[in-house]
């Protein structure tokens, strides 16, 4: 069983939908949760991240976090075309010498 | 805005040559990674570098080897390139100091084809 569990889709939906990406987890000693997203033929860039347990809310995007279940998810409000991509979740223990632990992204396509 | 800057984005190359993948990153981070990424895999380490001339063993550094002479630049070596390591290699870097954030700064990536 992998450490990071993420559906890798394709998850299409129709333009202003809201979107929920989703991944679960088995260390529950992880601290530090980050979303990346990653345009085709490009690096990863950061999202979001958050620390522990909640919700945190960037704009049209919000990242939660439910250490009991060990689930987090990403959601996208007013979903554009321009959020088509793959989004990776990735999370990390304090003191890791940032090795990050990575899911396998969920590509999602957003139609317009 | 940092960049990190990957010099060959597509080789291709043949089975038992000696491949070179090298990464800059303008930003005068400390830290630096190598990452494969595979479909259904997402990405793994091989290597990373936390300072001039060190360097740690990541999940999967068989095949590899790497290179760290200066500050700003991280080299992958493959010693005998082998069809099995046809992959997209990413360059990271971080700044000490944002450990808790984890915001690596990644290059746009190099696709290398095994023959």
């Known amino acids: 069983q992998k450490e990071v569990e993420q559906d890798p889709g394709p998850l299409s939906v129709p333009e202003g939908a809201i979107v929920s990406l989703n991944c679960t987890y088995s260390n529950s000693a992880f601290q530090y949760f980050m979303w990346y997203r990653q345009y085709s033929r490009k690096g990863p860039e950061l999202l979001m991240y958050?620390?522990s347990s909640g919700n945190k809310e960037d704009g049209r995007f919000t990242a939660q976090v439910d250490k009991s279940s060990k689930y987090i998810s990403l959601f996208i409000r007013d979903s554009q075309p321009s959020d088509s991509a793959t989004y990776l979740c990735a999370m990390n223990l304090i003191y890791s010498n940032y090795q990050l632990i990575w899911g396998a992204g969920t590509k999602l396509i957003i139609k317009p | 805005d940092v960049k990190v800057t990957q010099s060959s984005r597509y080789l291709v190359k043949r089975t038992g040559e000696k491949v070179f993948l090298e990464c800059v990153q303008d930003?005068?981070?400390?830290?630096m990674f190598w990452y494969r990424q595979d479909p259904g895999l997402g990405l793994r380490l091989i290597y990373f570098s936390y300072d001039v001339k060190m360097k740690e063993k990541g999940d999967i550094p068989e095949g590899y080897s790497v290179s760290r002479e200066k500050k700003e630049r991280f080299s992958l070596i493959l010693e005998s390139a082998s069809t099995n390591q046809t992959s997209m290699y990413l360059c990271a870097s971080i700044p000490r100091l944002a450990v808790n954030t984890g915001e690596l700064f990644f290059g746009e990536g190099s696709r290398l084809t095994v023959l």
């Open positions: 958050t620390y």
């Open positions: 930003m005068d981070h400390e830290n």
